[in-house]
């Protein structure tokens, strides 16, 4: 479907997915990846950002 609609991204955590959209040449994007896209395209504040990334970790913590 995204050679059909011609996609910039196909947005894709999985890494056997991301192996076959490589494979048929579709680019990808991870999750953290498309916000950082969408921050960079003023989609999205730095805070904004930053909260869902937090969202995307089990119990809502960051360590770094």
Do not use: F
């Given at each position: ?24 040449a579709v680019d990808v ?12 395209r003023k989609l999205l ?20």
């Amino acid at each position: 479907m995204a050679q059909e609609i011609e996609a910039d991204y196909v947005v894709l955590d999985d890494l056997l997915a991301r192996r076959k959209a490589h494979y048929l040449a579709v680019d990808v994007i991870g999750t953290v990846g498309l916000l950082l896209l969408l921050e960079k395209r003023k989609l999205l504040s730095a805070e904004q950002t930053w909260q869902k990334m937090q969202q995307l970790l089990p119990g809502n913590t960051v360590c770094i």
